[in-house]
């Protein structure tokens, strides 16, 4: 008799582990994802989905079967199919066939937890858009997932995946595909079927070629393929005809990568063999602004680099250059030139730390004069326009207005003047002694997109600048700066800031607001705290400098802000991350930030990596 109450009594324990593996979901959960058709069950410890959430749009709610009047808010009748299901960060090991009565799902999150398969009730969930498996055990992509037509964007990385589906290539509205840190080897030629793709990231995996299929991707505007084992890229990458950003990063190349396509801004091939760069190879970007060169095997700079009249930024730090060509200087648009670890021979160092105007200017005095330069001036009454107080070639022609290294607390209106209805685009006014910026600067307002007032006495910057609505960069470094007006949130169109050693004790409120910003230097200043959630929402920033600050710490949502692909926080002192990690680059940093973020905050912002 007792053998049998002891059988009762286990029984009675199970009955009860079940109604609290149901009870992990509030019920006014619950009751709350009937109304607005979202349930967010992420970070809670399940080892596996509660039929409760499978049956929600199924079972009757338990208001009905109570005798009791409804407001209009308690209407359990008027309940909204389940659209969107946040399941990340639990434990789950399997998803039940079950799933299929949630038919209604748009959106179904299952990053972190632990399943290494899917069951193919999933195929019929047709309604989904965005499905999130990564940081899972997946070794294959179930084919149920290739059935998903109105699927637009599919999360896979970090899993375990050595191969893909032929099927793959059935996801035709798909917009944004991240398979990085998998173990595929190989990428199937279906993959070229997905033309609605704009944002392809195959990074950490272990390609050694990519198929000539992915030109017809002619809507990809960003492709990832760092950290792979690419001894080469298929010529055929220059149909991608949308492709802006490409990126390159620690593989096996030898060559520059030939790729005339057309609307390249952005190419990144750092870390890699490069010994050689070609002139047929660069007379290829036309359109480059970014092309980062970084820890390859390069000697020489040809002298054809000069044809990349778009170039803003050239990095070609840890190479193998000894001499650079003095026609560098006579790129236009070079704003950025990053030259450390090389053996360069004729140049000082401390040079190279005055930054690149300074370097770009002693490069442009080695370039030999021409003959009217080198006449017997004894023998000429003649005024060169360079030698004029007021330099008309320049303004007239080059659209640049030059009033530099003078020493002077004003600037003379006869330059204005000159300057009149000339549609002048650059002011340089670096190295003076102005206190306040010009007020007739506001007399360029319709056509100046870049002004110089870096090397001065400005104590604060003038309302007035905010004026100029066309200006995509401004250099204020080295002046008295510790604010900026909030009027400049009005320049919607400022690419970059340089604020170098100033004052600034924070980072620039103002800057939050300016979500064009590409590139902020603010390297020696006192700056103490920045705000990364606020940073985040600067979508284009890819150059954040931050070095020889008074950060104490970093905070480990800075990683979220995916967008960064140069962040430079030396000098400062904090204790983590640490020099090791820091030592291995932008995306090092990013990632240990990211790994250091707890997993409930991460879960209450419902928040993903980007590609």
Not at 201 to 224: F, G, I, R, W, Y
Request: hydrophobic residues 35%.
């Amino acid at each position: 008799m007792s053998r049998f109450k002891r059988a009762n009594k286990v029984d009675s324990l199970v009955g009860f582990r079940m109604e609290n593996t149901e009870s992990t979901v509030p019920y006014g959960l619950l009751k709350a994802a009937r109304k607005t058709g979202q349930l967010n069950l992420s970070g809670r410890g399940l080892t596996e989905v509660p039929q409760n959430v499978y049956r929600l749009n199924t079972d009757t709610p338990d208001e009905a079967q109570q005798d009791v009047s409804f407001g209009q808010p308690d209407r359990w009748w008027e309940q909204t199919d389940l659209t969107k299901l946040l399941l990340s960060s639990n434990q789950l090991k399997q998803l039940s066939d079950e799933i299929r009565l949630l038919p209604g799902l748009t959106t179904l999150d299952l990053h972190d937890n632990q399943l290494s398969n899917l069951p193919s009730a999933l195929g019929e969930l047709q309604e989904l858009q965005q499905v999130r498996l990564s940081h899972n055990q997946l070794r294959s992509l179930p084919l149920a997932v290739c059935t998903l037509k109105n699927l637009h964007s599919l999360s896979l990385q970090r899993n375990l995946l050595e191969s893909l589906p032929e099927e793959l290539g059935q996801l035709e509205n798909l917009t944004e595909l991240d398979l990085s840190n998998n173990l595929l080897k190989a990428l199937p030629s279906s993959l070229g079927c997905l033309t609605c793709l704009q944002k392809l990231n195959l990074s950490h995996n272990e390609l050694s070629c990519l198929p000539d299929s992915l030109a017809q991707l002619t809507n990809v505007k960003v492709m990832d393929c760092s950290s792979n084992q690419l001894t080469d890229i298929p010529v055929s990458l220059s149909e991608m005809l949308a492709l802006e950003q490409l990126y390159l990063r620690h593989n096996r190349l030898r060559l520059l990568p030939s790729l005339p396509a057309p609307m390249l801004k952005d190419l990144y091939v750092g870390n890699n063999q490069i010994e050689l760069l070609e002139a047929e190879q660069l007379a290829s970007l036309t359109a480059i602004s970014v092309l980062e060169l970084r820890d390859n095997k390069i000697k020489n700079l040809p002298e054809q680099i000069t044809s990349l009249s778009t170039l803003t930024r050239l990095d070609l730090t840890n190479n193998d250059i000894a001499i650079l060509p003095a026609s560098l200087s006579l790129l236009p648009n070079l704003k950025v030139l990053l030259l450390e670890g090389n053996p360069l021979r004729g140049i000082r160092r401390d040079l190279l730390k005055k930054g690149t105007s300074e370097l770009l200017k002693y490069l442009k005095g080695r370039i030999k004069e021409g003959p009217a330069d080198t006449a017997d001036e004894g023998h000429t009454a003649m005024t060169l326009p360079s030698q004029a107080s007021v330099n008309v070639h320049n303004i007239q022609n080059l659209k640049l207005l030059v009033y530099s290294e003078k020493q002077s607390s004003s600037v003379p209106d006869e330059l204005f003047d000159a300057a009149a209805n000339q549609s002048v685009t650059t002011v340089n006014f670096s190295k003076n002694q102005l206190t306040s910026i010009p007020s007739r600067l506001v007399e360029l307002q319709s056509s100046v997109s870049d002004i110089s007032l870096g090397f001065n006495r400005l104590m604060c910057c003038s309302p007035d600048i905010c004026r100029l609505l066309h200006l995509k960069h401004i250099d204020l470094r080295n002046n008295q700066l510790s604010d900026l007006p909030p009027e400049m949130k009005n320049l919607t169109k400022l690419c970059s800031i340089i604020l170098s050693y100033n004052r600034f004790k924070s980072f620039p409120e103002v800057l939050y607001q300016i979500v064009s910003l590409e590139t902020v230097l603010l390297t020696s200043n006192q700056v103490n705290e920045v705000d990364p959630c606020r940073l985040m929402k600067l979508v284009h920033l890819s150059t954040l400098d931050l070095s020889n600050n008074d950060l104490l710490k970093i905070p480990p949502e800075l990683g979220l802000c995916t967008s960064l692909r140069c962040l430079s926080l030396e000098g400062n002192p904090f204790r983590t991350p640490r020099a090791a990690i820091m030592a291995k680059g932008t995306d090092a940093v990013l990632e240990y930030l990211r790994s250091r973020i707890p997993t409930q905050g991460l879960n209450s912002a419902d928040t993903t990596p980007q590609l």
